[in-house]
């Protein structure tokens, strides 16, 4: 599933300003590129978890991965874990999932 090779994930917390308040990034080895979708998502909720933040905006570049945050479409099997764990996660907060398009005006 999808394209297989070395990469990593990353991902910024912003405030209602928009203002980066925290950032990640990190290797992940070798897996396929929704793979390091569904890891950046997990890790930014743990890290909004960890300091107390209750109501977030998740905006990813993958559709599939929002798709599957939202519901009712469900993850493939071999994410259950890592979706069951996000869900728990995201169970006392006020969140919302936005497919964040890239247009020819936006850059990194």
Do not use: T
């Amino acid at each position: 599933m999808g394209n297989r090779g070395p990469a990593g994930i990353g991902g910024v917390l912003r405030n209602e300003l928009r203002e980066v308040f925290w950032a990640f990034a990190g290797p992940l080895g070798e897996e396929d590129a929704i793979e390091y979708e569904v890891q950046a998502v997990h890790h930014g909720l743990r890290l909004v978890s960890r300091e107390g933040i209750d109501n977030v905006i998740v905006e990813g570049d993958s559709l599939n991965v929002i798709r599957w945050l939202r519901g009712p479409q469900k993850p493939p099997w071999r994410f259950d874990n890592l979706f069951d764990k996000m869900f728990d996660l995201v169970k006392p907060l006020s969140a919302a999932f936005n497919h964040a398009r890239r247009s020819a005006g936006w850059s990194c």
